[in-house]
């Protein structure tokens, strides 16, 4: 069990129902984009709850053991990226290497609480410190909800009447916890993606969107998004009133399409051993922090030379 596990009860995700026969799938929708928030790792402390309850001091005792945990993994990960960064800095010159930028795209669902986000926050951080070495430009992303019943999205919905099919019906969040240009001072709010209080539910297709639309085309020559999940999307108030519930998932299908021709390449490291219902052009496995690193180190190795390796790995 994770330092963090058991904090809170984490809810199995179900997955959804097949489309009904005769059913047309649903064209992606969005009921209202008035509450969604876009926010910097900076202002997470202001979302979470202010007391001095059992949870808020066991979070802080976990996040100053993570901070000494953990480190023979980071060693073991970067210790086994070197022969990754020799073959970067061969393969590529070093202005092409500048013209390259992988965002990272942090799953903050409930189910990515405890062990999984542990591994994730550090292949994270092995990953960028590799991309560091070898001059190759980085963000890291997180996306969840404002919370996991609707939020203000639903109760403008009930206001008007609860048309039918309103599509996306939840307050999305995303987060920034570093850009293309920072090099110091994000790892200490990384940490905060840890928190209970921060996970909600997960809009994929629109977080990948987004991440796409940071990556200006004329900035770069070569654009990666990497995804770290654990689940499929999933929010209930959504696919509660919506006929199709396969409407998140097709929705992140064609976001991951559209990316491809816009010239993006997109691949995903599962924090998990079940596997996902749909697969990425690129994907790994890792659970563990260890394996979460060496999986995500092949991940971008994979994507930056479209499947041939670079090394002897």
Known sequence: MGIFDGLIPQ?????PPPLEPGAQPQSYSVFTREFDETITGEDIQQI??????????RFDAATQDFQRRFQRERLE???SSLPLVRALVAHYPQPDREKMVIAFLIDHSTAMRGLKMLSALVAVECAISVLDQCS??????????RGIDG?????KWRKARSPANPGRLCDLRHIIYKTADQSIGWQRNLIFALHPDVPGDNIDGEALEWAVSRL??????????????????S??????ENVDPQLLRNHLTLAEEEAQKAGIDVGCLLLTSEGRERDFRFSKIGIEPESA???????????????????DR
């Open 235 to 240: 929010n209930e108030s959504t696919l509660m």
């Open 48 to 57: 979470l709850t202010p007391s001095r309850d059992l949870l808020n001091v």
């Open 293 to 311: 690193g060496k999986g995500l180190l092949r991940l971008i190795e994979s994507i930056l030379h479209q499947g041939e390796p670079l090394t």
């Open 11 to 15: 809810k199995p995700q179900r997955p």
């Open 77 to 79: 990960i970067l210790e």
């Open 216 to 233: 200006e085309n004329g900035d770069w020559q070569k654009r990666v998004v990497c995804f770290l999940s654990n689940a499929a999307p």
């Open 151 to 155: 939020g203000q999205s639903r109760k």
């Open 136 to 145: 190759i430009r980085s963000e890291i992303l997180g996306f969840t909800t």
